[in-house]
Structure formats: structure tokens, C-alpha cells
């Protein structure tokens, strides 16, 4: 069995403030890929990072960065000097087994950024 | 623009009625997806077309029935659907299945009177 929790629903923030998003995961197989993804008001859904169960090294891409720590089984995102542009639902997903057949969005986490 | 086309935007249809969702991209993706998005809940997966056939099928109506014509193609054909089938549909693309990032349409949101 697979899941994902994003405990938070919703958060708001005002502009400019660092903000981090939380996912945790539960799997039994030692080969699995984490995603994030982001979903703006117009519905489509972007992809933004993929990891895969045997690269802990965390990431950085412009204001965005991912902690990912398979001892607590967490891959958490941080959005930095966040915008009103952040705002969106984001999820993370996860996929396991090599072929990565099974594929699971977690809830999702609702962002404001108020000006 | 999105890279994976999906039409019409909007739907609203009767119970009896038949119509069709259409999805199409130019990426080279060979697997291609449909999913079910209610408001406020995640999107969950339909069905999973990987070279064209028909490789996941998550236990839905059939209502619903998923046409590949060719790689670059997904139908959706609709007939005779409920009121609670009224949602976003979404459609998506990937290189490969279940490893590979997926690549999302804006979606069709559904209604059914």
C-alpha cells in the first residue's frame, strides 16, 4: 500500500515570506519517485521536481528548494520570498516500484500569498 | 501554452446524451493518462494508455470508455453519465509510465445536468 499526507490544507502568507510545504509518504518498496506539483487557478497542473528514492540530495531551484529525508520519510518543499504568482494548490505525488506503475497524488496543500 | 491540447474546455451534457473528450500531443510521449479531479480533491487516475494499449484501468464505470487512435491521440467517450460525474477531467502525457514526469492539459470541466 502507498500514501501520501499533506497535513496542511491551507496556508496563507503575505508576500515575500518563506513558507515550506510539507509531505510525508509511506511505502514499502525500497525503489519509489516523489513529485511536487503545482496547480494554478486555471486547472492545469505543472510539473515542478521528481526524485527518486535513492538520491537524497536536496535541491534548489531559484526560490523553490526540497528537503527530502527518507528517515522520516519527508519531502518537503520551500517556497522563498514567496509571490502572489505562488499561489495555487500544490501536491506531492508519489510513485513506487521500478516501473512505477502505481501512482498516487497526496491531497494537496491550498497557498495563498496576499499581497 | 500547455503542450498537451484537451477540448472543449467546457462541457455540459444531459444524462442521455453522448459525447467525447478529446486530448491530443506532439511530444513523442508513449504513455498517456485520463484523470478525475473533483473540486478540492486531488486528481485520480482513470486510465493509463502505455504504446497505445490500454494498461490501467482504476475500476471505473463504463460510462466511460478511453480510446487511443494513435500515439499522439486519447478519447474520452461519455454516454449516459450521473450528475456526480460532473468534475475536471484531465488529461496527461509522459516518455514513459509512472516514473517519468507527467505533463498535464488545462483540463474539461464537466457538467451534467
Known amino acids: 500500500a502507498q500514501k501520501v499526507t499533506q497535513a496542511q490544507t491551507e496556508i496563507s502568507v503575505v508576500e515575500k515570506e518563506d513558507v515550506t510545504l510539507d509531505c510525508v509518504y509511506e511505502?514499502?518498496?525500497?525503489?519509489?519517485?516523489l513529485f511536487w506539483y503545482k496547480q494554478p487557478p486555471s486547472g492545469e497542473l505543472v510539473f515542478l521536481i521528481r526524485?527518486?528514492?535513492?538520491?537524497?540530495q536536496n535541491e534548489i531551484s531559484g526560490r523553490y528548494s526540497w528537503n527530502f529525508q527518507k528517515s522520516t520519510s519527508s519531502f518537503n518543499f520551500t517556497i522563498t520570498a514567496s509571490q502572489v504568482v505562488d499561489s495555487a494548490v500544490y501536491f506531492c505525488?508519489?510513485?513506487?516500484?521500478?516501473?512505477?506503475?502505481?501512482?498516487?497524488f497526496g491531497p494537496g496543500t491550498r497557498l495563498s500569498v496576499l499581497p | 501554452d500547455t503542450e498537451v491540447t484537451q477540448t472543449p474546455k467546457h462541457l455540459v451534457m444531459g444524462m442521455t446524451n453522448k459525447k467525447s473528450l478529446k486530448c491530443e500531443q506532439h511530444?513523442?510521449?508513449?504513455?498517456m493518462y485520463w484523470y478525475k479531479q473533483k473540486a478540492k480533491k486531488p486528481p485520480e487516475l482513470m486510465f493509463v494508455?502505455?504504446?497505445?494499449?490500454?494498461?490501467i484501468n482504476e475500476s471505473v464505470p463504463s460510462r466511460f470508455s478511453p480510446e487511443c487512435p494513435n500515439s499522439s491521440l486519447l478519447n474520452l467517450h461519455l454516454h449516459a453519465l450521473q450528475p456526480e460525474d460532473s468534475a475536471l477531467y484531465l488529461c496527461?502525457?509522459?516518455?514513459?509510465?509512472?516514473?517519468?514526469?507527467?505533463?498535464f492539459g488545462d483540463g474539461t470541466r464537466l457538467s451534467i445536468l
Open positions: 511505502t514499502r518498496d525500497t525503489t519509489y519517485y
Open positions: 511530444m513523442g510521449h508513449r504513455a
Open positions: 494508455y502505455s504504446y497505445e494499449k490500454l494498461s
Open positions: 496527461a502525457s509522459s516518455q514513459g509510465t509512472g516514473i517519468q514526469p507527467q505533463h
Open positions: 526524485r527518486n528514492s535513492f538520491d537524497e
Open positions: 505525488a508519489l510513485s513506487e516500484g521500478a516501473d512505477g506503475q502505481n501512482f498516487v
